[in-house]
């Protein structure tokens, strides 16, 4: 057997979520399967415990695994579903080679699992009512009233009335206990070494969301203080003197387009000062995959005198660490994969690393010497037989470099149709990140080229930034790589091209069909196509939007907002188009597509519109996977119909 099928996405193991023991010597980690026969992942703790692995938890919803800071005993989120009833979450505690058992049941959800330093208590995120009194399940209320933005959020339903804060619960059971109470959400939180207080990152104002300010909270006597404000902060890690609170952060220098840098805040004194790493990259993980499990894994992370961060280059992702006194090391640069996830315990790092054909597995390194602990998708990639993507570049107009890759059919007779895939944000990357997609039509005959034009993450901060610029230089960029793949890559028929994306993606494949007829199909997936109506419908449309053009709002800048929207150009259409797109994405409507088939029918330009019920804006990357294969079909069928195939 050889090549890949929209089935095969069953077949694979997701492995996430390292999680290092404070001695380094063991790792938990956490394995996922889709299960199409239930229509879900089923995700359990493993054990790395220095000679093999194997399972700790049956799942099917278990996920978060963290130690104790003894290593002797380890908490996790176990998640349970029954049909027709809200998902009942606890936090488990369990000793390996023992049963676990729950500190504590409730419909509230819970992420971000830390144990305080003496391991005394567990604090953690959730979402619940700030009211007292009985939870009542949106579906069955009369009349959902809203004082507030947004209403809901993707991936996570109505969220008007339950804002996410700080819970802490005895590590022996009980009932969790609020330790902050705000109405805006906070996002990530770090213990003080000695216990006493928690620094956590909050959503600073309803209507400029993108601002979030750093706090601090006595655990004991509830004090709160502001630290920091204006700012974005992705993560949050306390140095172990207790001196410093890291923060990988920026203040806005180019919008939502900014790098996140390495900034230390000295508690003492309130100085806050940036570690000169040299790397003008941003320090987060920007590439793209669609073979990620569910993950609590922090992208910052202190260990002796060191903090530990990834770095996005040219679709790849790097390992580093840095020092207070600006020395900066690398630790893991691979050429050609990415370091997706890590967990640093003295000078143990277990990380998970994936490239463009093969999914994510477990790692060790210590010292100078890594390598790989799991092996769980070796037999099914063995039998599948998985081509390597060719690496190349092209030059833009202006001289800038642009990287793209090349994913060809095994085996190509005469030339092949090729489909020019566009990655979202517009601030994340392709490269090296693995994606279901790319191989189901290259198992079908049909290569795909995908790249980083302006705009991508993995490189500069001039070059990631494209606000007030969308549908401009990014269209240019995406032609000129059409453009070079064409003339690099002879096998490629330029006479049977399609174009394809999601997200971001979505918007420039809608702006694509609208400014040329060269490619012979498209599908376009959970996209924008009309900017004026989704920065009030999009959860984050009301201050993203007005970043990314660079506008007011719409009613101070119509001509902007008309100006930046495909469906302004819509009578330059003429593609073939497949529209996809969830029911429930809050981030881009389901309206923007029935805008965008309405105007394509009325045009009378062929068009399909799909439409995927329960699912949302990551549908491609967690929707159901039933869902998913489905969605893979019609992307199959619609390009093999149009594009024919290579074989």
Known sequence: MSGTSPEDLARLVLVSNPSASPDGSRALFVVSRPNLDQNRYDSSIWLYDGRSYYPLTSGPGDTCPVWSPDGSTMAFVRAVR???????????????GYEPYALFTWPFGASAVSWSPTGGSIAFLARRPLAEGEWKDYSKREALVVERLPPFFNGEGYIFDRPRNIYLVDSR??????????????SDFSWSPDGRGIAYVKQMDELKAQYDELRLVNVETGEDVQLLSKVSIASVAW???????ALLMHRFERGLSSHYRLYLYDVKTGELTKVETGLDRNLLNGVNSEARGPSCSKPLQLSGSWAYFQVSDAG?????????????????RPEDAVVDEFSVAGDSVYFTQMNESEPSELYVLRGQSGRKITDFNS?????????????????????AELDFWVLMPKEVKGRAPWVLYIHGGPKTSYGYGFMVAFHVLASAGIAVVYGNPRGSDGYSEDFADIRGRWGAVDYEDLMTIADEAARQFPQLDPGRAGVAGGSYGGFMTNWVITHTSRFKAAMTERSCVEFYSDWGTSDIGWYFDEDQLMAQPPWKSADQYLKASPLTYIEGATTPTLIMHALEDYRCPVSQALQLFTALKYLGVEVKLALFPGENHDLTRSGRPKVRVEYLK???DWFKSHLGEGR
Do not use: F
């Open 82 to 96: 029954q049909e027709g009833q809200p998902p009942q979450t606890s936090i488990m505690v369990m000793r390996p």
């Open 173 to 186: 059971g009980g009932t969790p206990r609020r330790l902050t109470s705000h109405a805006l959400d906070v």
């Open 239 to 245: 140095s172990p003197d207790g001196r410093m609170v």
């Open 316 to 332: 790849r992702a790097w390992l580093y660490r840095a020092s207070a006194d600006g020395k900066v090391e690398p630790m893991l």
């Open 379 to 399: 037999g099914l990639l063995r039998q599948l037989s998985l081509t390597r993507a060719v690496k190349a570049k092209a030059k833009a107009k202006d001289g």
């Open 634 to 636: 019609l992307m199959l």
